[in-house]
């Protein structure tokens, strides 16, 4: 059973920084592509980042220059800062990774939880 629990959501003013962690965790062969996504109230889920294997990044359009993503292949962690954050940053913030979780299986994409990430004026 493979896991993904984020952790370091909260309230933050506008302008500050925030950091956000998600730990993968259980039957775990390999991880591709690790990225976080985001949904505000009555908007459709949007990609923020994302970071492959070997270290390749992309971001969204909104968030570059404010957000950077990283991960620590041996603790099969992603990290997502946040910094200068404004107010349409408010969403929940979910931690997306695509992971083999034996030699023999496929590989599948997998979803925290989702934290929430609040920026007050």
């Known amino acids: 059973q493979v896991q993904l629990v984020e952790s370091g959501g909260g309230l933050v003013q506008a302008g500050g920084s925030l950091r956000l962690s998600c730990a993968a965790s259980?039957?775990?062969?390999?991880?591709?592509?690790m990225g976080w996504y985001r949904q505000a109230p009555g908007k459709q889920r949007e990609l923020v980042a994302a970071i492959t294997s070997g270290g390749t990044t992309d971001y969204a359009d909104s968030v570059k220059g404010r957000f950077t993503i990283s991960r620590d292949n041996a603790k099969n962690t992603v990290y997502l800062q946040m910094n200068s954050v404004k107010s349409e940053d408010t969403a929940v913030y979910y931690c997306?990774?695509?992971?083999?979780?034996?030699?023999?299986?496929?590989?599948?994409?997998?979803w925290g939880q989702g934290t929430q990430v609040t920026v007050s004026a």
């Open positions: 997306n990774a695509n992971i083999r979780p034996t030699v023999a299986m496929n590989t599948f994409r997998y």
């Open positions: 259980g039957s775990i062969f390999s991880i591709n592509t």
